[in-house]
């Protein structure tokens, strides 16, 4: 409704004297035209409406929905309140009551006259509109994208359950208007994205604003069905973890210095360390290996590489994407102190045989997936390494006593069955094999070092998901899986040997649903039961572990002890997360409760001795894990996101032994605080920063005590703390590039107990830049390249040194713990490929070519037998890697 102040017209075209009139009856203003001015008062400023209050459109008139007008007489004091009020022109009683009510609650600015507060009269037009109607309709805008490439894609029907529908336009973008309020099912389709279905709920007056991420799959000719893809849609694209880096598999395969391996990308990522060189170790913000867990498909895997640290346990045909999330995540899942790695499976739903076969000078693959029958498909995936077979027959027969030359295979097998377009089922099969053996072979055979690991794994699992019309998705994943991990030690003549046999099995359930259109909730049960043997002999002291003050080749303690010992693990996990999405969405909190309780059963709780029965060992443990983070949309383009969580780890099953451990260490504890900003700078350029901090405590450690009593040879009394920052900036893959730039800044400290002093920690690598791109050349040409820059990781300097002569050699005199650093790694890493195409299949050709520079990295720092003399293991020299691949 629209009011405005309407002062008499006559009172500019009669002049003065008409106000003068109503404030002086009787006053004669006429004059002759050639008169002299009357003298008299003179209004020198108008009255001014300074409160206006808002008359209601009488209900009366709605049906009507007519506009009218009450001229209005209103009398105001000298005072600015309103005197009087009377209808000078009537519109309707309704009307005029209601124009009459409002207007004498009008305050005003006085009006003047001759320079003083004055009362007068003026005539007021109230002005009535009808109402607007209230809205009926909501409109749906968004866009669809590439999820590997970030671009839209053209040509895609939006269609709404009542039938509207849109079609995308080049930039991927598409409106629908017009739309009833309610929940909607939204089905997407094109040429080569068959009918993928989400629901939304539209609100009347409300634009709903959508970004579908999607995969398409290859062109084919026309007369084969283009069904033989992997569809990922997020309505909108929300994370559950604050602080994660996901990279597709479509964009991993070209990373340089990976030689084509998807999942070898993580080591490139924000937060990661480099791992010493062929240890396939996977540092995650200063934790220690162990600490962070890799999951496939939702089962767990003891390891992401294969030792050397050059492959992958998995075959990148069955990989869609990678997610790196360096802490904070959510309740889902749980078990670890670190980092957490999620590897998503490609889909192998297909009508035709698809495969390909690669070799480079690392090692022979194959993959081929297939149909069985309609709507059952197949996949398998093999590979073996070859680079010790090509060695040891080319160059010399005793080369791995020299380099560490690792020896692997893996495979994966799959089969799914589509129940109906809404629920599928699939049964996958794992395994891989690792040997790896170290040697440093001295002039002193009581220093020479020898070292072999092997670890085998196989993983079975079921898969289930559905997704319902509800909007709901349900995902059953029950598991079994056999692990076997064999070392062998020996500096000198003290050997270490140490064998762990376990089978496992559980199961991760979750179901997800939107309750309403700001909230969705996901329950869960993640089950996880194991069974572990253990045998080990040789010194107590061998392997090193995390806080041990040694130098590469020293001999270990020589105290010898013998254990055999079996542990069962058993954990059922429920779980609740809420995604409430406030102010539009602009706001997502999410909090999440995870309750993990624990049993322990370990066979022994003291060294066995003779004739004496096994007395063993059992510990419960209940512990609730909060979680939370927020994100919230400050603008379009620059994000917030924080979390918090608290994270629980159960001792390792090598470290519960009577003799060399301690049966009653009880589960570590960490909290993790992250905050940090996502901006997009531009379309497919982000940026992010990260600041974290992490504590925690009940770490195991080795006793202090000479002699310490037995079965607490480890006692759980470390501590921990890590902090730091992180930056990413990447560009998405668009107009023939793709790459990043990722710089981390992390302190990890350690103290065996609550009363020392914080040191660095073994895995601290304080500074990690990695900068890489890739380069479409066209023509099937492409180019990439990497550079790396790491801190090298603390070691405890050797000050001086004495001879031991009951051991005949001599022994080193340490300095401050953890007081020096092997020096800083820095290498470039070159890629060159080509693609051509042949018929219906392709060829890849690449050559990689690491270390370009030949730039010297130590790797590790030995001593002479005296310690008089200092010098370093230095890492590979330039290597140039040449592959093929042929896909099919």
């Known amino acids: 409704m629209k009011a405005f102040l309407e002062t008499s017209r006559w009172l500019i075209r009669g002049g003065f004297g008409c106000c003068l009139w109503l404030l002086a009856p009787g006053l004669v203003f006429a004059q002759p035209a050639n008169a002299e001015p009357a003298s008299g008062p003179q209004l020198t400023r108008a009255p001014e409406l300074v409160q206006f209050v808002e008359a209601p459109y009488p209900e009366s008139e709605l049906a009507q929905r007519r506009s009218a007008a009450v001229v209005l007489a209103i ?82 029907e939006v269609q709404l359950s009542s039938g509207q529908r849109a079609v995308t336009d080049a930039d991927g973008n598409f409106r629908i208007e017009l739309i009833e309020p309610g929940e909607l099912i939204v089905t997407l389709q094109g040429e080569q994205l068959p009918p993928l279905q989400t629901q939304e709920t539209f609100v009347a007056g ?15 000719p026309a007369a084969e069905p283009s069904d033989d893809m992997e569809i990922i849609v997020n309505a909108p694209p929300l994370r559950k973890q604050v602080i994660s880096t996901e990279v597709s598999a479509q964009q991993a395969v070209r990373v340089p210095g990976t030689q084509g391996d998807v999942l070898r990308v993580v080591e490139n990522l924000p937060g990661v360390a480099r791992g010493a060189l ?159 053996t170290r040697s440093s072979l001295q002039a002193d055979p009581t220093r020479s070092v020898r070292e ?174 909060p979680r939370l983070s927020l994100r919230y949309a400050i603008t379009k383009q620059l994000a917030a996101k924080a979390a918090w ?25 960490a909290m993790h605080w ?20 992490s504590t925690s405590k009940d770490l195991p450690a080795r006793s202090p005590l000479s002699s310490p009593l037995a079965g607490q040879a480890l006692i759980a009394q470390g501590q921990g703390r890590a902090y730091g920052q992180q930056i990413l900036l990447r560009q998405e893959f668009g107009r023939r590039f793709f790459g990043w730039i990722s710089y981390s800044f992390v302190r990890s400290e350690r103290r065996a107990r609550e009363t020392s002093d914080y040191r660095l920690s073994d895995y601290d690598q304080t ?50 713990q953890n007081g020096l650093r092997i020096p800083s790694f820095f290498a470039v890493d070159l890629r060159g490929a080509k693609k051509f195409t042949i018929g219906d299949t392709t060829l890849d050709v690449y050559v990689e070519v690491q270390n370009v520079t030949n730039h010297d990295n130590a790797e590790e720092i030995i001593y002479s037998p005296d310690y008089s003399r200092k010098d370093y293991v230095t890492g590979l020299p330039i290597l140039p890697i040449a592959g093929v691949k042929w896909t099919f």
């Open 767 to 816: 500074h990690v830049l990695t900068a890489l791109a890739s380069y479409d050349l066209g023509a099937g040409f492409e180019v990439g390249a990497r550079a790396r820059f790491a801190t090298g990781f603390p070691r405890t300097d050797v000050i001086d040194a004495f001879y031991d002569v009951r051991r005949d050699q001599f022994q080193p005199v340490f300095g401050d």
């Open 674 to 693: 992250v905050l940090g900003l996502a901006w997009q700078v531009l379309d497919g350029l982000s940026a992010e920063l990260t600041g974290f901090y």
């Open 278 to 436: 062929g240890s396939g170790q996977l540092i995650v913000w200063g934790a220690e290996p162990q600490d962070t867990r890799v999951y496939f498909d939702g089962v767990p895997v003891p390891r992401l590489y294969h030792d050397g640290g050059l492959r992958s346990i998995l075959s990148s045909d069955f990989v869609e994407s990678v997610d790196l999330v360096a802490g904070g995540y959510g309740a889902a899942f749980g078990r670890g102190l670190g980092g957490l790695v999620t590897i998503d499976s490609a889909d192998i739903a297909t009508q035709r045989a698809h495969g390909s076969v690669s070799l480079d000078v690392l090692d022979v693959q194959g993959s081929v997936k297939l149909p069985l029958a309609d709507k059952l498909s197949a996949a398998v995936a093999v590979r073996r390494g070859h680079l010790a077979d090509l060695l040891t027959g080319t160059v010399r027969s005793d080369i791995e006593d020299y380099i560490p030359i690792p020896r692997y295979y893996d495979g994966q097998a799959r089969v799914r069955w589509e129940l109906d377009a809404r629920h599928t089922l699939e049964l996958t099969g794992l395994l891989s094999s690792d040997r790896l």
């Open 75 to 156: 009398t105001i004091a000298d005072s600015g309140a309103v005197e009087d009020v009377r209808v000078n022109e009537s519109a309707g009683a309704e009307f005029d009551q209601a124009a009459l009510d409002a207007a004498r609650r009008f305050v005003f600015k006085p009006a003047e006259i001759d320079g003083q507060p004055a009362r007068i009269q003026i005539l007021y037009r109230y002005a009535f509109s009808p109402p607007p109607e209230a809205p009926k309709y909501a409109v749906f805008a968004g866009r669809v994208r590439s999820r590997s490439t970030g671009t839209g894609i053209a040509a895609i």
């Open 645 to 669: 969580g608290i994270y629980h780890q159960s001792p390792q099953p090598d470290d519960l032994s009577a003799s060399f451990g301690n049966p009653s260490l009880t589960r570590a504890r």
């Open 452 to 625: 072999s690991r092997e670890l085998d794994f196989q993983r079975v699992y079921l898969s289930y998901r559905a997704q319902e019309s509800d909007g709901s998705t349900i995902n059953l994943t029950p598991f079994l899986g056999w692990d076997a991990n064999r070392l062998s030690n020996r500096v000198g003549a003290v050997a270490t040997d140490l064998n762990h046999d376990a089978v496992l099995g559980g199961a991760r359930v979750s179901w997800r649903r939107p309750a309403t259109s700001w909230l969705t909730f996901e329950v869960g049960v993640d089950a996880e039961v194991s069974r572990h043997l253990l045998r080990r002999t040789g010194s107590v002291g061998s392997p090193p572990r995390e806080g041990d003050i040694r130098v590469f080749g020293q001999p270990p303690p020589d105290r010898i002890s013998a254990d055999d010992w079996n542990v069962t693990s058993i954990g059922v996990a429920p779980y609740g997360e809420l995604d409430l999405a406030l102010f539009d969405g602009a706001l997502h909190i999410l909090p999440g409760l995870r309750f993990d309780p624990v049993l322990l059963d370990v066979s022994e709780r003291t060294p066995a001795e003779a004739e004496q029965p096994e007395l063993g060992i059992a510990t419960r443990s209940f512990d609730l894990e």
């Open 206 to 220: 409300q634009q709903l604003e959508a970004n579908y991420d999607v995969e398409l799959a290859s062109a084919r």
